[in-house]
């Protein structure tokens, strides 16, 4: 052998043995139980302590976080609905001032502060080149934290290095002039806001003296450790926040007790000891395992020979089948080569699981010479997709000969809500009505942020019962006995200079702690293709009670459906039994909700508001494949910043979990929470049950196909 073709060999035997070591070799912190990696600073987002870093959570990550010392505690929630963007809401406690400079008012309280912080990622990480972020601190809040920052961070094996440039809170210690005085000199000075909040102070952005901050982070894998070290440029001595600062730098740590919960510490100025913790949720995948389909045995010829002779056999097989996987038959045919059949469920979340499932049940039951099945999805009493599909092309598929994707190239999806199949099937399945059904449950009902208390709240036992008079007709009641609350602190009425639709929320916890949560008729149809109708009657909520209803074009075709509710409500009184106050009015909005790309959906009402004021409400969120969902909202009215109150204007956000991913078996509940920062009576909307969208707006072409995935699941 040459020396060329030896030299030749000896490089492709070297290249082969490094690719098999890199495979077959893990690094020593595959090994350790728990990934350490970036954790919450103080102030919820991702950072160091005090300061921000250009790190981020994954997407669709949720995480709690609270962190104490003096004379700073702060209580957080951070979500990521991107890679690239984290949005926190916070309650700040200030121990060294009172909530009110009226003693009377404040007591024994202390100040509240609430804000938002944005951040987003402008640059990935390479090689070569850091993470940068843009970050905005309080943007829409009394100032007293407000900063802007510019961040970069940097990865070397087990070491995060951080720099970055502040303004506002994080360049209290200047030494910079302001890097954009050069675009205006607006710049040069920074307005200082420390009033009741709610505006967006834009032109203070970026404006006045600027600090270049930094830290670095270690990673001790070993023993679940973050080591932080941190240069503060927030200079809390200068601003009369506390009397002595010890040191500039702040120095902690972080424990990885387990991928959801951290636990951290450390020492602010030299002088002050800082305990904290985080609970994180990343709810992107389900890891869960689910059951598969259960096994149905196909039809031999024998047996098929009896389907012929009474078509019976099989819608009773069939429905004794479905039933086995918790779907229900609410009509059936069998003829002219097709089987069609209407179900309804309350196990799966997933429409296209469902119809899966049901499709593979009636074909496995059906006859050879059957070629298409129908299947109707049903949301309560209302029809809202029907699946045509090639039977062939189905058992190819559950076969792994064909794909998911051959099936929907031969499937028509299409909707005939206004002529449901279970109306004239030649199979309908005993529904005795009325049907009566009840649960009971805790519940909990609280106010945050009071003058009174941080919270105040009471623990209820809730019985809710709902009797199904007739198809399309229900009613539902919900009765709430008092457990324990700590509502007898309550001091604070209500001096709100428009109709107090909200803002006596305390009397109402007060008076009413055994009550009537509501109690409502509701009427469902469906009229004319791809249009849904709701009638209601009754005490709809803790504050209204009335009549009135829900319209709603949902093109099936397309991404954008129109609303309009209209409802008469009178105003209940305080104990929240079946009597009701003087005032009344008309309540209604014109909505429109348009499907954006990566799951987004964006929802604008306008309309007339509970206290009569007029206005506009947009509301943004993103829904994952899971079915997570991260929202907010913003409602501006023609009321004034001052008929409004501390605020300004409407505000909040809302997370949606699906109960499933957290569970082994599939299930349609969800865990909600949704929190406005203030209850005020300006852009109070009113709470009405079995809204329209949500039981038929994720049911279009574009939401089954984006689920299609599930449908051999």
């Given amino acids: 052998m040459s020396k060329s073709k030896k030299t030749k060999l000896l490089c492709s035997l070297s290249l082969l043995i490094a690719c098999f070591s890199q495979t077959l070799y893990s690094g020593i912190n595959d090994y350790f139980p728990y990934k350490v990696g970036p954790s919450a600073s103080n102030y919820g987002n991702t950072g160091l302590i005090e300061l921000p870093s250009a790190r981020f959570m994954e997407e669709a990550s949720l995480r709690f976080n609270f962190s104490s010392s003096f004379p700073y505690e702060y209580t957080s929630i951070t979500a990521s609905p991107f890679n690239w963007f984290e949005a926190t809401y916070r309650y700040a406690e200030i121990k060294t001032a009172k909530y009110s400079p009226i003693a009377s008012y404040s007591g024994n309280q202390t100040l509240k502060d609430k804000g938002f912080d944005l951040k987003f990622k402008l640059l990935e990480e390479s090689y070569i080149r850091p993470s940068v972020a843009l970050g905005l ?47 205006s000199d607006s710049f040069l000075v920074r307005d200082i806001y420390s009033g009741e909040g709610g505006s967006f102070s834009y032109k203070s952005w970026f404006s006045g003296q600027a600090s270049i901050f930094g830290g670095m982070e270690y990673d001790l894998n070993r023993y679940g450790l973050r080591l932080k070290l941190e240069y503060d440029t927030t200079n809390p001595d200068a601003r009369g926040a506390v009397k002595k600062v010890d040191s500039r730098f702040n120095i902690g740590l972080s424990y990885h007790l ?19 913790f985080a609970l994180k949720g990343n709810f992107l995948r389900d890891s869960l395992p689910k059951p598969g389909p259960k096994n149905v045995i196909k039809l031999t010829e024998e047996q098929q020979n009896v389907v012929k002779q009474n078509k019976q056999v099989f819608f009773v097989s069939l429905n004794k089948s479905l039933q086995d996987e918790s779907i229900f038959i609410q009509g059936a045919n069998l003829k002219d080569g097709k089987a069609d059949v209407a179900i309804g469920t309350e196990r799966f979340y997933s429409m296209t699981r469902a119809v899966g499932r049901t499709a593979r049940i009636v074909s496995a039951l059906s006859l050879d010479e059957t070629e298409e099945i129908n299947i109707h999805v049903m949301n309560g009493d209302l029809e809202t997709a029907i699946f045509s599909l090639n039977k062939d092309e189905f058992d190819k598929a559950d076969n792994s000969i064909g794909s998911k994707n051959e099936i929907l190239a031969k499937a028509k999806l299409s909707s005939s809500n206004h002529t449901p199949l279970y109306r004239d099937s030649e199979f309908k399945p005993d529904l005795p009505l009325p049907d009566f059904k009840w ?8 106010q945050i942020g009071g003058p009174e208390g941080f919270y105040l709240g009471a623990l209820v036992w809730q019985t809710d019962f709902t009797l199904k008079i007739m198809r399309q007709l229900t009613f539902d009641t919900s009765l709430g006995i008092n457990v324990y609350d700590t509502f007898d602190n309550f001091t604070n009425a209500s001096y709100s200079p428009i109709p107090r639709v909200r803002s006596d929320i305390q009397r109402y916890l007060d008076e009413g702690k055994n009550h009537i949560k509501n109690m409502q008729f509701t009427h469902f149809s469906s009229p004319y293709k791809d249009i849904f109708l709701r009638l209601d009657l009754g005490l709809f909520e803790e504050m209204f009670g009335g009549y009135g209803g829900e319209i ?129 009576d300006g852009a109070a909307k009113l709470n009405i049950r079995h809204a329209l969208f949500g039981i038929v707006g994720d049911s279009n072409y574009h939401a089954i196909t984006r689920d299609w995935d599930y449908l051999l699941d």
């Fill in 137 to 183: 601190r309080d943007i829409a809040g009394t100032g007293l934290f407000s900063s802007e920052y510019i961040v970069a961070t940097k990865n070397f094996n087990n070491l995060d290095f951080t720099l970055g440039l502040g303004f506002g809170l994080l360049g209290t210690e200047g030494g910079l002039g302001n890097p954009f005085k050069s675009i």
């Fill in 258 to 276: 387990s991928e959801s919960f951290k636990l951290s510490a450390s020492l602010d100025r030299g002088n002050q000891f800082r305990l904290a």
């Fill in 439 to 446: 649960n009971m449950h805790p519940s909990v009902r609280h």
């Fill in 552 to 680: 709603l074009y949902r093109p099936f075709n397309k991404r954008r459906s129109y609303g309009l509710s209209i409802h008469r409500v009178k105003q209940r009184d305080y104990d929240q039994m079946l009597t009701f106050r003087d005032y009344e009015t008309t309540t209604g909005h014109l909505s429109i909700y348009q499907e954006l790309p990566q799951g987004m959906l964006a929802n604008i009402s306008l309309g007339k508001y509970l206290a009569g004021d007029k206005g506009v409400t947009l509301d943004l969120s993103r829904r994952f494949k899971t079915g997570f969902i991260l929202g907010v909202f913003a409602s501006k009215t023609n009321l004034s910043s001052e008929e409004f109150g501390e605020g300004s204007f409407d505000k909040g956000f809302y997370v949606s979990v699906p109960t499933k991913l957290f569970f082994t078996d599939y299930t349609t509940g969800h865990i909600s929470f949704g929190l406005h920062p203030l209850t005020k």
